[in-house]
């Protein structure tokens, strides 16, 4: 299986300010063939189901606001929210889809400094 | 926009067989080039993908589970059903399905049951 493993596992932002998460992958997900990445950025509130945010690896899905962005390459990626809103707070997970079974990064909790 | 709701038992006995349910509305799970999946969280932790049926049948399984799985559709009510054999305390979690496409992210989710395996 591909192992996901995510840093920080929890940050503390203050409001407006940057956050940064990593998601690294035991190998690459970059199809070659294709060029994309299978990699998604989901986003987990208390009480809720995960939300798809990013697919893609930097593709936003439709309705997710655009201070979110997703990059990296390979075996390398970064979640970036711009400007962190009070209702960012939440635990984000970075998901591959390159192979089956599908794994989850360990997930970074996100909290207002 | 189609919707997913899991039902369940909430509490199994050790040994005993778990069966959920997934009622999808908005759309026909026999339609489209769509995979249905459960995917499980325990309380605190992370996500674990434990399997996915075609809009055709076909199903794959996550080979890392340690108790057999079977997941199936029933197109005539529009839901699909995870079947959990010998549960043991290690599968207590709260049980989500969703819904991917040919790509194998998830882009609609269920709100989640929790089952509780205790005697």
């Known amino acids: 299986d591909i192992v996901m493993t995510q840093s920080p596992d929890s940050l503390a932002v203050s409001l407006g300010e940057r956050a940064t998460i990593n998601c690294k992958s035991s190998q690459s997900i970059l199809y070659s063939f294709s060029n994309k990445n299978y990699l998604a950025w989901y986003q987990q509130k208390p009480g809720q189901p995960p939300k798809l945010l990013i697919y893609w690896a930097s593709t936003r899905e439709s309705g997710v606001p655009d201070r979110f962005s997703g990059s990296g390459s390979g075996t390398d990626f970064t979640l970036t929210i711009s400007g962190l809103q009070a209702e960012d707070v939440a635990v984000y997970y970075c998901q591959q889809y390159y192979t089956s079974p599908q794994t989850f990064g360990q997930g970074t909790t996100v909290e207002i400094k | 926009q189609v919707q997913l709701q899991e039902s369940g038992p909430g509490l199994v006995k050790p040994s005993q067989t778990l069966s959920l349910t997934c009622v999808v509305s908005g759309g026909s799970i026999s339609s489209g080039n769509y995979y249905w999946n459960w995917i499980r969280q325990p309380a605190g932790k992370g996500l674990e993908w434990i399997g996915r049926v075609h809009t055709t049948g076909s199903t794959y399984y996550n080979p890392s589970l340690k108790s057999p799985v079977t997941i199936s559709l029933d197109t005539s009510k529009n839901q699909f059903s995870l079947s959990l054999s010998s549960v043991t305390a290690t599968d207590t979690a709260v049980y989500y399905c969703?819904?991917?496409?040919?790509?194998?992210?998830?882009?609609?989710w269920g709100q989640g049951t929790l089952l509780n395996v205790s005697s």
């Open positions: 969703a819904r991917c496409g040919g790509a194998f992210y998830f882009d609609s």
